[in-house]
């Protein structure tokens, strides 16, 4: 998969067949577009392409009406969004930038500049609720119309449902807040995962005779935060069970910067004290234990940390026992 920034670049093919959506999270809907996407864009010997943004365009609203807070919390780092794109297959993503240009750009500005002039457009598939252009003004009866006169076809995909529930991130969104990460697998269609480079943190796990590792967050808003129980791929040829914070360590640090520290319960001996720095890990959040909390002092932090590694052990232990069950 080839990703772009903008679309002023000589690799970006002459034509494609195109969806247009911040696609944050990549859920089961967002799979079966990208699959109808690629059908489609077989049948016309086009590259299947995603034009998205960054930032979200409710992120740039928000923080220039100086209300940051309406701002929705986001699902899925850069990263792991353009990773699930490349799993669904797609061929090019596009990433524009969502600024005050962009958002003046008219409905017809945006067809004209972005959609035909931008990225030759040859197909055009929109879910059941697509607006743009500057106010949200432009729909899809607009885009149709436009289409017949620009040469471009227009489709247009329905709501995807799971078990009678319309899939949508703002959905994904309620069932992380929730710490229902049953659902958010439903949802997804995988289970929820962060991924990213291991970094150096302050250590502060070994005096507290838990070894952590450190991934960043890509966002000062995730969609969820808390204590959960995880499964660690990148550092072994098994994935690795342990325990894991997202969120922004109340009882160490209160500077806002959102870190996933996890907590393998095995770690391989051939990566030594330092292997793990520098790798790229995937981590599934797989159970939410408990909400983040501030404690009086490092002794009732390792308590509490101890308290979570015995939960999580008991969690995978319960799930062993159920898979034992099913296939007797």
């Known amino acids: 998969m080839q990703v772009f920034r903008g679309f002023h670049h000589a690799q970006l093919a002459p034509a494609c067949a195109l969806t247009i959506g911040n696609f944050d999270g990549v859920h089961r809907g967002h799979q079966a577009m990208l699959a109808l996407l690629r059908n489609e864009a077989q049948h016309r010997g086009l590259p299947s392409t995603v034009l998205t943004f960054e930032p979200h365009p409710r992120d740039y609203f928000a923080a220039r009406s100086g209300r940051p807070e309406l701002a929705p919390t986001r699902i899925a780092t850069l990263r792991d969004k353009l990773m699930e794109l490349e799993r669904c297959g797609v061929d090019q993503v596009v990433i524009l930038p969502f600024d005050e240009t962009m958002a003046a750009l008219s409905p017809d500005a945006f067809i004209d ?106 966002h000062e808003r995730p969609s969820t935060s808390g204590i959960f129980v995880v499964r660690t791929h990148g550092l072994a040829e098994q994935p690795l069970e342990g325990v894991a914070s997202l969120g922004v360590r109340p009882t160490v640090e209160d500077a806002g910067r959102v870190l996933l520290e996890v907590h393998c319960f095995d770690w391989p001996a051939v990566l030594g004290s330092e292997g793990g720095y520098g790798k790229i890990v995937r981590v599934e959040l797989l159970h939410k234990l408990r909400d983040e909390a501030r404690y009086d002092g490092l002794d009732a932090l390792q308590a509490a940390i101890h308290k979570d590694i015995a939960d999580a052990k008991s969690f995978f232990q319960a799930q062993r026992r159920q898979t034992t069950r099913d296939r007797i």
């Open 113 to 218: 500049q972005v959609l035909v002039q931008g990225l030759h457009a040859r197909y055009v598939l929109v879910g059941d609720d697509f607006r743009f252009g500057a106010k949200r003004a432009g729909d899809y009866a607009m885009l149709d119309a436009a289409g017949s006169a620009r040469g471009f076809d227009v489709a247009r995909m329905m709501s995807y449902e799971v078990h009678g529930l319309r899939v949508s991130s703002s959905v994904v969104r309620d069932a992380l807040s929730a710490g229902d990460m049953a659902q958010v697998e439903r949802l997804l269609g995988r289970p929820y995962t962060i991924s990213g480079h291991v970094i150096h943190g302050a250590k502060l796990g070994r005096s507290l005779d838990c070894r952590t590792m450190n991934v960043r967050f890509g």
